[in-house]
């Protein structure tokens, strides 16, 4: 079956580091991808939606400064956090999809950032 | 306005039972996809069943089953003969559109199943 490949799955940088989070689908192409952020027993929320090619399209009230993504090619997305403070410390987890009407996202097994 | 409303946040089950949990959706395109994924403590997403709104009968995988109801506009996930593998959190999603790829998440249910 599809599937998407998240790296790495846990990273503890220091505030104000840089931290790029990779994403690839690993048996289909995916002109979009999708980033969505999770807080402790709480929901997914959508980050931004990373199309290949051109530029991401972030959802209101994402800083798209501070998160920067790339999808440069067709199987590979990335998500850079920038000047990262504790804050920011969270679960992100990626997603993408065949693109057919009854297929299912499919999603990498998340990163776990903690910044200190 | 919320799109996808879970409004159990928590749910108990006895091992070998079934249990119900509540979805319900709010979209006026005519065009849509309802989602059930798993999400143990290891944080991974699994995708469980899928039921488009054009599709006249329930959706059903093995042991879970969608109770779909289009008029109320409910998507409840049926889990029967709950094991205790099954305790995880349960999110309920929906996907506006033919052919869109974006999805919109409730806000969860957690399951604990008891033996």
């Known amino acids: 079956g599809a599937v998407v490949s998240q790296h790495p799955s846990r990273v503890i940088c220091k505030s104000g580091t840089s931290v790029k989070i990779e994403c690839r689908s690993l048996?289909?192409?995916?002109?979009?991808m999708f980033w969505y952020r999770q807080f402790p027993k709480k929901s997914l929320m959508l980050m931004a939606t990373?199309?290949?090619?051109?530029?991401?399209?972030?959802e209101q009230g994402v800083e798209k400064d501070k998160f920067l993504i790339n999808h440069a090619s067709l199987t590979l997305s990335t998500l850079t956090v920038t000047s990262a403070h504790p804050e920011d410390s969270s679960f992100y987890i990626c997603?993408?999809?065949?693109?057919?009407?009854?297929?299912?996202?499919?999603f990498g097994n998340g990163t776990r950032l903690t910044v200190t | 306005a919320q799109k996808i409303t879970q409004t159990q946040p928590g749910m108990f089950v006895q091992e070998k039972e079934a249990v119900t949990l509540d979805c319900t959706y709010d979209?006026?395109?005519?065009?849509?996809?309802l989602f059930w994924y798993k999400q143990p403590s290891s944080g991974e997403m699994i995708f469980l069943i899928y039921?488009?709104?054009?599709?006249?009968q329930n959706a059903t995988e093995g042991r879970y089953s969608l109770n779909f109801q289009k008029a109320r506009k409910s998507a409840n996930l049926v889990i029967s003969a709950s094991q205790l593998g099954d305790s995880a959190m349960y999110f309920c999603?929906?996907?506006?559109?033919?052919?869109?790829?974006?999805?919109?998440f409730g806000a969860g249910t957690i399951l604990r199943v008891k033996s």
């Open positions: 999603a929906m996907r506006e559109g033919e052919w869109g790829n974006k999805l919109v």
């Open positions: 048996d289909f192409q995916a002109t979009t």
């Open positions: 990373s199309n290949e090619g051109s530029k991401a399209t972030y």
């Open positions: 997603s993408a999809g065949p693109g057919q009407r009854s297929s299912p996202l499919h």
């Open positions: 039921q488009g709104s054009y599709d006249q």
């Open positions: 979209t006026s395109d005519p065009s849509y996809g």
